[in-house]
């Protein structure tokens, strides 16, 4: 049996998402939230996932404006950055 492929992407640029899959590092953790019902109305919790990124060429590193993910000279590597697995 084969494991499953995790494909990874953050959104650095509003609307355009990025494929970071070749630089995810084990181990990954999700914690899922749980959905409740204690009423007609069905209540989900968030989940929470922790991933580690592979960054010997420094291109997560904020202050390394000669990465991939500049724009106008600005990184785009900054906090709360949207992301998807």
């Not at 204690?38 to 000669?66: C, M, Q, W």
């Not at 990465?67 to 590597?77: A, F, K, L, M, R």
């Amino acid at each position: 049996m084969s494991l499953p492929t995790i494909v990874a992407e953050v959104q650095f640029t509003t609307g355009v998402w990025t494929d970071v899959s070749a630089w995810l590092q084990a181990p990954m953790t999700v914690r899922r939230g749980s959905s409740r019902v204690e009423s007609p109305v069905i209540r989900y919790e968030p989940g929470v996932a922790t991933i580690r990124l592979k960054n010997g060429d420094r291109r997560f590193d904020p202050t390394h404006t000669g990465g991939p993910y500049v724009s106008g000279g600005i990184s785009q590597v900054t906090a709360m950055r949207p992301l998807r697995i």
